[in-house]
């Protein structure tokens, strides 16, 4: 073999090499990218989910403090009532962001952005878009 040829085989096999780890290094940035728009639309979704049930639970305390004052119940009850179910609504809020925050522990931690109730419903109107169509798509 002379230099030319010997030249040419190892510039091929590093030209393979560089293609090699270049389509794996594309690959590896597309999958990282794709991960975190996957992270984000469970958060959304989550979020979503938890905002939903949040009123429906909040409309059954209208529901029955209506009941309760047609059934003629002394207010006192109703004030009690509703003062529990505010601590169990403010427990509800505080426990279900808590663990969506637990859920991302590892190596998805920094990509979320909220720690509070207030700071979740943030981070969902500023995906609200997103929110309205998973929304739509339920009641299709």
């Known amino acids: 073999m002379d230099k030319y040829q010997i030249f040419f085989a190892v510039s091929s096999l590093l030209s393979f090499g560089l293609g090699y780890f270049t389509c794996r290094a594309n ?21 979503t989910l938890l905002a939903t049930g949040s009123e429906n639970y909040f409309a059954s305390r ?26 169990e609504y403010e427990l509800y809020k505080e426990k279900s962001i808590s663990q969506l925050i637990e859920a991302h522990k590892g190596v ?30 339920n009641n299709d």
């Open 27 to 47: 690959y590896f940035f597309t999958s990282v990218k794709v991960s975190v728009v996957l992270v984000r639309l469970a958060q959304v979704v989550s979020l």
């Open 62 to 87: 209208t529901y029955r403090i209506q009941s309760m004052r047609k059934a003629e119940v002394p207010e006192k009850q109703i004030k009690e009532f509703d003062k529990l179910f505010m601590n």
């Open 108 to 137: 998805f931690d920094q990509l979320v952005t909220f720690n509070n109730w207030r700071t979740a419903m943030a981070f969902l109107q500023k995906h609200k878009n997103t929110a309205f169509k998973i929304l739509r798509s």
